[in-house]
């Protein structure tokens, strides 16, 4: 059974950081894009960052662009979320998911098929 459980989140201050963690379960990360999505209150989800299976490609919005980087360490079949200068707008609940698609690239509009449950992080003095 795949499992993807995400961790890390949490309330922070704004211009603090945080590090998310996608580790999963029944199912090698390696050999998957993995992306990262957000999703406000009354708000669509919203796609931020994902990284490739082969070369470790990233893909950011604009709206994290040089705030927050992805990684991923397959040893621990894990991936990461690094996010700095966090800003109000930043609150969410955060959640990783997996896509067969791509190899070299990744994309936002990949079909992801597993999901985690998601963390909470909420940014505010």
């Known amino acids: 059974q795949v499992q993807l459980v995400e961790s890390g989140g949490g309330l922070v201050q704004p211009g603090g950081s945080l590090r998310l963690s996608c580790a999963a379960s029944?199912?090698?990360?390696?050999?998957?894009?993995v992306g990262w999505f957000r999703q406000a209150p009354g708000q669509e989800r919203e796609g931020l960052s994902c990284?490739?299976?082969?070369?470790?490609?990233?893909y950011y919005a604009d709206s994290v662009k040089g705030r927050f980087t992805v990684s991923r360490d397959n040893a621990k079949n894990t991936v990461y979320l690094q996010m700095n200068d966090l800003k109000p707008e930043d609150t969410a609940d955060y959640y990783c998911?997996?896509?067969?698609?791509?190899?070299?690239?990744?994309?936002?509009?990949?079909?992801?098929?597993?999901w985690g449950q998601g963390t909470q992080v909420t940014v505010s003095s």
């Open positions: 029944g199912i090698t990360l390696e050999y998957y894009a």
């Open positions: 998911a997996t896509s067969r698609d791509g190899s070299y690239q990744c994309s936002m509009n990949y079909e992801y098929n597993h």
């Open positions: 990284i490739s299976p082969v070369e470790h490609n990233k």
